[in-house]
């Protein structure tokens, strides 16, 4: 089983639907990040999070650290919107270890 | 800041042939991460530094790999000989024990043929 587990693998929308995707861990962490890889491109750092609720946008985290899952939720999503998003836990700076990330697609 | 700076963003070479990646992390960040992504496996670890020092090199494919960090602002990730099944994309990423930020290079695709 993986340290870092996903749900779902691959998620298509219609634009405008309220979006989330589940991430559940079973290691003991300090920080929870929300990443975000557009086809061909860059990895981009959404959030990284110890406790509570995050913000930016129309990108919402939020992290249960009893239950060890975490959730990033997308308002009025857009096609803009479709790319993969991986959850990555890490102890502080040190390193990450990956889920294997949701692929998001977001038709017009 | 530029971010983390890699280049170069896509290397095509022949097996056999020595391959260097390199990476310019952002200043004041003290750790510095090279990391590995392929369709199979997904994102995985090589190696990690902190303070230019070595921390964990469990990730290391094999004797093949080596990396360096010779001064805070730079590092290298080096395979001699290339084998085809090294072909990912290699990314670069640094962060700060002391303030939020985990932020990673644009990677280089690396094909070996």
């Known amino acids: 089983k993986n340290e870092v587990e996903q749900s779902p693998q691959n998620l298509t929308a219609q634009e405008g639907e309220f979006i989330t995707i589940n991430c559940s861990y079973s290691?003991?962490?300090?920080?929870l990040h929300w990443l975000q890889q557009h086809p061909g491109g860059g990895i981009v750092s959404l959030f990284m999070?110890?406790?509570g609720k995050k913000k930016h946008g129309r990108l919402i985290a939020t992290i249960n650290i009893q239950e060890k899952h975490s959730s990033l939720h997308i308002t009025a999503s857009h096609p803009r919107d479709s790319a993969v998003y991986i959850c990555?836990?890490?102890?502080?700076?040190?390193?990450?270890?990956f889920g294997q990330g949701t692929r998001l697609t977001i038709n017009p | 800041d530029a971010g983390v700076i890699q280049s170069p963003r896509h290397e095509v070479t022949e097996m056999g042939q020595e391959v260097t990646l390199r990476c310019k992390p952002i200043?004041?960040?003290?750790?510095l991460f090279w990391y590995r992504q392929t369709m199979m496996r997904g994102l995985e670890l090589l190696i990690y530094?902190?303070?230019?020092?070595?921390?964990?090199d469990s990730g290391m494919p094999e004797d093949r790999f080596s990396a360096k960090m010779p001064n805070a602002s730079f590092s290298t990730l080096k395979i001699q000989p290339s084998e085809p099944r090294d072909s990912a994309v290699y990314f670069c990423a640094s962060s700060s024990a002391t303030a939020y930020g985990y932020t990673f290079g644009s990677g280089t695709r690396l094909t070996v043929v």
């Open positions: 990555a836990v890490g102890q502080g700076a040190q390193k990450l270890v």
């Open positions: 530094f902190n303070n230019n020092v070595p921390i964990d």
């Open positions: 999070l110890s406790s």
């Open positions: 290691v003991g962490i300090s920080a």
């Open positions: 200043s004041g960040h003290d750790y």
